[in-house]
């Protein structure tokens, strides 16, 4: 059996330097796929590159708000919507949902969510029931194995930038086992993330280097590894 591999950039419309580093990882890089923020302010942004580039895959990036470990305790960034309220998950995906196809022009080919809440009820159930009426993947929960170790933090916040170096992609890319996997990446220039309300900022240029370097490129060659969208696994 064949190794797949989505390489999926999260936060695409977050800022127009997150968008540019996406699309850069995809040109230059390995990043096959995207998932975008619709309710941020590069979202219109990042549908008109997509536009221009249409082998990049893109998805929803359902974004209920950001959290951050602060003084030994975890408090909101942002948030759109109590994510413990069902009903009032289950109306903000569907804006996100309806937001994605006015932007771009067609449904995502598969769903995740900002800092995985799609993990945790009520919002795994919304996002399952979305996705099942869209009749495309959810991160983790599809047969497709997700993938989250190219990351330059740790559970809390602390930097951990040795897991986002070239060799530890190599090493991530090489140790992949048969089958079809999701690696997640998430590039980004500085420029305007200040003004983002995001715990993840300088780790994003780091990725993108790691993204775009040519012996990471070679080690998907020598793994065997076939890059594809999700629209292109079964």
Same mark, same amino acid.
């Given at each position: 059996?064949?190794?797949?591999?989505?390489?999926?950039?999260?936060?695409?419309?977050?800022? +127009?330097?997150?968008?540019?580093?996406?699309?850069?990882?995809?040109?230059?890089?390995?990043?096959?796929?995207?998932?975008?923020?619709?309710?941020?302010?590069?979202?219109?942004?990042?549908?008109?590159?997509?536009?221009?580039?249409?082998?990049?895959?893109?998805?929803?990036?359902?974004?209920?708000?950001?959290?951050?470990?602060?003084?030994?305790?975890?408090?909101?960034?942002?948030?759109?919507?109590?994510?413990?309220?069902?009903?009032?998950?289950?109306?903000?995906?569907?804006?996100?949902?309806?937001?994605? +196809?006015?932007?771009?022009?067609?449904?995502?080919?598969?769903?995740?969510?900002?800092?995985?809440?799609?993990? +945790?009820?009520?919002?795994?159930?919304?996002?399952?029931?979305?996705?099942?009426?869209?009749?495309?993947?959810?991160?983790?929960?599809?047969?497709?194995?997700?993938?989250?170790?190219?990351?330059?933090?740790?559970?809390?916040?602390?930097?951990?930038?040795?897991?986002?170096?070239?060799?530890?992609?190599?090493?991530?890319?090489?140790?992949?086992?048969?089958?079809?996997?999701?690696?997640?990446?998430?590039?980004?220039?500085?420029?305007?993330?200040?003004?983002?309300?995001?715990?993840?900022?300088?780790?994003?240029?780091?990725?993108?280097?790691?993204?775009?370097?040519?012996?990471?490129?070679?080690?998907?060659?020598?793994?065997?590894?076939?890059?594809?969208?999700?629209?292109?696994?079964?």
């Amino acid at each position: 059996m064949r190794r797949r591999v989505v390489v999926n950039a999260d936060d695409f419309g977050l800022t +127009s330097g997150v968008n540019r580093a996406v699309v850069e990882a995809h040109v230059r890089g390995i990043v096959t796929s995207t998932t975008a923020m619709v309710r941020q302010p590069a979202a219109a942004e990042a549908a008109g590159l997509a536009l221009a580039h249409p082998a990049l895959g893109v998805g929803l990036h359902v974004d209920l708000g950001e959290w951050a470990f602060v003084d030994g305790g975890w408090v909101a960034l942002y948030d759109r919507v109590d994510a413990d309220d069902a009903g009032a998950v289950a109306a903000e995906v569907d804006r996100q949902v309806e937001r994605f +196809s006015a932007l771009f022009g067609r449904p995502p080919d598969h769903l995740d969510s900002h800092q995985h809440v799609h993990d +945790s009820s009520p919002v795994r159930e919304v996002v399952d029931a979305a996705a099942s009426r869209l009749g495309v993947p959810v991160r983790g929960r599809s047969g497709i194995r997700y993938v989250g170790g190219f990351y330059g933090q740790l559970s809390k916040g602390e930097p951990h930038h040795e897991g986002i170096t070239v060799g530890a992609l190599i090493s991530l890319l090489s140790g992949l086992p048969d089958g079809a996997s999701e690696v997640a990446c998430h590039p980004g220039y500085v420029d305007g993330l200040a003004d983002s309300r995001t715990m993840y900022v300088v780790e994003r240029e780091r990725e993108l280097q790691a993204l775009c370097d040519e012996r990471v490129a070679a080690a998907v060659v020598d793994a065997g590894i076939e890059l594809v969208t999700f629209a292109e696994l079964p």
